[in-house]
């Protein structure tokens, strides 16, 4: 058997698979996350496009105050379900932050309280709390269980044909355009800031060929796979927070991105899941609020506005792609993507 959790510096890895010790059961598990979080929101488009809301209660933490730079106290849970709109209660412990429930699965843990995490209330543990892992196994794993209406065989998100494909995507995306936003926002020199913000850019036009190429509406195509679930989550937040609060602002979606611009408004007008999972007010007030040496005032922006525009072109064919055309980060697309 597989060691779910190592010792108070590992997170959690189990699984919840048939004939394992966290077998489907409807009811049985609970979700924790924040609707400001893109790793979070990966597991919340799971348990939508899945059909997993039946199956899978979640309970939602406060966008602010994170705590202090150590992350301590982290998030905490309102109050009542009317302190802060679309947070709840812990509806599982009533406890007031989520380092409290991570200390009700081990005492002694030292690594961070980071969301999303996947509880057993039958056994009283996490089952897992890193977001990568969920979204390969969690559409899946309630096949057995679910009701037969048809949802277990749609959306196939890592399809048998399209594995490889998705897993060489999935080591570039999530280094320089999951993980790039965060290295760029959070540079402390100037050198490390010029580093990441040229490699995001770089992803993102390469992203933009991408699609085209493939003919849309999603990245490889026809199918919607688990490589549009990680995009979304970043690009939706990309116009309105990591443009200007993370100096992400060589280019923005819709100005510099026709492609992955219609990609972004299908997948949230057009696919269910999508739109019910992204809450604009959680995702501008949790990183404007949380930040303090990027924004000591605590200030959010208003926009941009809309949020996301309306009117979806579905004829990729005739896009045409855009970039940012910016030398060094033409250079990078080459060095990274050729």
């Given at each position: 058997m597989a060691v779910v959790h190592a010792g108070p510096n590992d997170s959690w890895h189990g699984e919840i698979k048939s004939g394992s010790q966290f077998p489907p059961e409807?009811?049985?598990?609970?979700?924790?996350?924040?609707?400001?979080?893109?790793?979070?929101?990966?597991?919340?488009?799971?348990?939508?496009?899945?059909?997993?809301?039946?199956?899978?209660?979640?309970?939602?933490?406060?966008?602010?105050?994170?705590?202090?730079?150590?992350?301590?106290?982290?998030?905490r849970f309102p109050a009542s379900n009317d302190e802060y709109p679309g947070a709840t209660v812990d509806k599982l412990f009533q406890s007031e932050y989520m380092h409290d429930v991570y200390f009700k699965s081990d005492a002694d843990y030292k690594g961070r309280y980071s969301v999303p995490v996947l509880w057993d209330t039958k056994t009283g543990t996490i089952v897992n709390n890193e977001s990568a892992e969920l979204l390969r196994w969690l559409p899946n794993a309630f096949n057995d269980v679910l009701p037969q209406d048809g949802q277990k065989s749609e959306p196939d998100l890592y399809p048998t044909h399209l594995r490889s494909e998705i897993d060489e995507i999935t080591e570039w995306m999530q280094r320089d355009l999951n993980s790039g936003v965060y290295k760029a926002g959070f540079a402390e020199t100037q050198e490390a800031y010029n580093e990441g913000v040229i490699t995001v850019f770089a992803a993102l036009n390469h992203l933009e060929t991408l699609i085209h190429r493939n003919g849309g509406p999603y990245i490889l195509g026809k199918h919607l796979t688990e490589l549009d679930i990680r995009a979304y989550a970043t690009i939706?937040?990309?116009?309105?927070?990591?443009?200007?609060?993370?100096?992400?602002?060589?280019?923005?979606?819709?100005?510099?991105?026709?492609?992955?611009?219609?990609?972004?408004?299908?997948?949230?007008?057009?696919?269910?899941?999508?739109?019910?999972?992204?809450?604009?007010?959680?995702?501008?007030?949790?990183?404007?609020?949380?930040?303090?040496?990027?924004n000591p005032l605590a200030i959010t922006p208003l926009g941009p506005f809309p949020d996301v525009e309306e009117g979806i072109?579905?004829?990729?064919?005739?896009?045409k792609p855009g970039s940012v055309k910016y030398p060094i980060v033409l250079e990078r697309q080459a060095e990274l993507y050729a």
């Amino acid at each position: 058997m597989a060691v779910v959790h190592a010792g108070p510096n590992d997170s959690w890895h189990g699984e919840i698979k048939s004939g394992s010790q966290f077998p489907p059961e409807a009811g049985r598990y609970h979700l924790y996350v924040g609707l400001f979080c893109p790793f979070a929101h990966r597991a919340l488009l799971v348990r939508s496009l899945k059909g997993l809301e039946s199956l899978i209660d979640v309970s939602v933490v406060k966008p602010y105050p994170k705590g202090d730079d150590n992350g301590w106290p982290g998030w905490r849970f309102p109050a009542s379900n009317d302190e802060y709109p679309g947070a709840t209660v812990d509806k599982l412990f009533q406890s007031e932050y989520m380092h409290d429930v991570y200390f009700k699965s081990d005492a002694d843990y030292k690594g961070r309280y980071s969301v999303p995490v996947l509880w057993d209330t039958k056994t009283g543990t996490i089952v897992n709390n890193e977001s990568a892992e969920l979204l390969r196994w969690l559409p899946n794993a309630f096949n057995d269980v679910l009701p037969q209406d048809g949802q277990k065989s749609e959306p196939d998100l890592y399809p048998t044909h399209l594995r490889s494909e998705i897993d060489e995507i999935t080591e570039w995306m999530q280094r320089d355009l999951n993980s790039g936003v965060y290295k760029a926002g959070f540079a402390e020199t100037q050198e490390a800031y010029n580093e990441g913000v040229i490699t995001v850019f770089a992803a993102l036009n390469h992203l933009e060929t991408l699609i085209h190429r493939n003919g849309g509406p999603y990245i490889l195509g026809k199918h919607l796979t688990e490589l549009d679930i990680r995009a979304y989550a970043t690009i939706i937040r990309f116009d309105a927070v990591y443009v200007q609060h993370f100096k992400c602002n060589l280019g923005t979606i819709r100005a510099n991105y026709p492609v992955i611009h219609e990609w972004l408004k299908n997948l949230y007008w057009n696919v269910k899941g999508f739109k019910e999972t992204t809450d604009f007010k959680h995702v501008k007030e949790n990183y404007t609020k949380s930040h303090a040496k990027i924004n000591p005032l605590a200030i959010t922006p208003l926009g941009p506005f809309p949020d996301v525009e309306e009117g979806i072109d579905l004829d990729f064919a005739h896009l045409k792609p855009g970039s940012v055309k910016y030398p060094i980060v033409l250079e990078r697309q080459a060095e990274l993507y050729a």
